[in-house]
């Protein structure tokens, strides 16, 4: 009897496969999360150059801890502030 090989992958490659997946979903959402934290605020105002960013924290403060003085966090850039404070968003009424 000759034996045809298979396209059904083996529950463990799966399963190994899947693990990989979710792995990498989890990391990507822990990485992304710790970069950017604007709650509260929207992403325009706290689209601030580094060159023109305000300290609005203090050493080791977290982004919860920035954010609940009603500050951006971005840690992406270093040597700059990461706690900063928000570009004030304008109406225009005539």
Not at 9 to 20: K, Y
Request: glycine share 4%; with cysteine; proline share 10%.
């Amino acid at each position: 009897v000759k034996r045809v090989p298979s396209c059904v992958p083996e529950p463990t490659v799966v399963i190994m496969a899947r693990a990989l997946c979710l792995l990498g979903l989890v990391l990507t959402l822990v990485f992304s999360s710790s970069v950017e934290e604007y709650v509260g605020l929207s992403a325009n105002q706290c689209a601030v150059p580094a060159k023109d960013r305000v300290d609005c924290g203090y050493p080791q403060v977290t982004p919860e801890q920035c954010n609940n003085r009603g500050c951006c966090f971005d840690s992406s850039i270093p040597e700059v502030p990461w706690c900063f404070k928000p570009l004030q968003e304008t109406e225009c009424t005539f």
